[in-house]
């Protein structure tokens, strides 16, 4: 039976060992994800002067993935998928490194804001596709510490460098908007539904507005 979803190559080996899809049972009439790898970039490379936002998209998406990861730790123990004054720590902690880094505080705690709760928005709707299809409940829990902690590590300081790089392109207005819908569009094309949403939350806040 074909999985409902892939996640990104980030996390696609870990995930694989550790949910399991039954042999019978409905499927989410969700569309295959396809990893990160595969998908498509705007035009050009992503990040290059025709595409200055898609290596941030490709980021946000790879730091989405592992929510996967993180729901099937979770689900079933009382660890909860709100964790306020964790989430707090990782913003006060980006915040602190973003003016070494030529990053505006509240842009770049603003951007992780926005990854955390679109990381959520991945738990909430496994939950709920597990609970209604028990059949693709995980079949053990992985350890966060080992699978989830170094991607996030690495990913940090590589999406505060991307915040720099695109400060500009940020900063662009109507230009900021469609250069990030063209961007988008492209790299959400593979994802379920599920990660589409996710991705529109994770994004939310790349273009800053005029002051």
């Given at each position: 039976m074909k999985k409902w979803w892939t996640p990104g190559l980030a996390v696609s080996a870990a995930l694989g060992a550790v949910l399991l899809v039954g042999a019978c049972g409905q499927q989410p009439a969700s569309p295959a994800s396809t990893p990160l790898s595969s998908a498509p970039a705007a035009s050009g490379q992503p990040g290059a002067a025709a595409d200055p936002l898609g290596g941030l998209v490709a980021l946000a998406i790879e730091r989405i993935d592992t929510a996967d990861l993180v729901s099937a730790a979770?689900?079933?123990t009382p660890q909860p998928i709100d964790d306020p004054?964790?989430?707090q720590q990782v913003l006060n902690a980006v915040a602190a490194q973003s003016p070494g880094m030529g990053?505006?505080?509240a842009e770049s705690a603003q951007f992780f804001r926005d990854q955390i709760e679109a990381n959520k928005v991945v738990q909430r709707g496994l939950?709920?596709?597990w609970n209604a299809h028990p059949t693709l409940r995980p079949a053990?829990?992985?350890d966060l510490t080992t699978t989830?902690?170094?991607v996030l590590d690495r990913l940090t300081p590589e999406i505060m460098q991307q915040l720099r790089a695109t400060t500009a392109a940020r900063h662009g207005g109507d230009r900021c908007t469609a250069?990030?819908?063209q961007a988008s569009a492209a790299a959400a094309a593979p994802l379920d539904q599920l990660h589409r949403d996710a991705l529109a939350v994770a994004l939310h806040s790349v273009c800053v507005p005029s002051p």
């Open positions: 979770k689900f079933g004054a964790r989430e990053v505006s505080p939950y709920q596709q053990t829990k992985p989830v902690r170094p250069q990030l819908g």
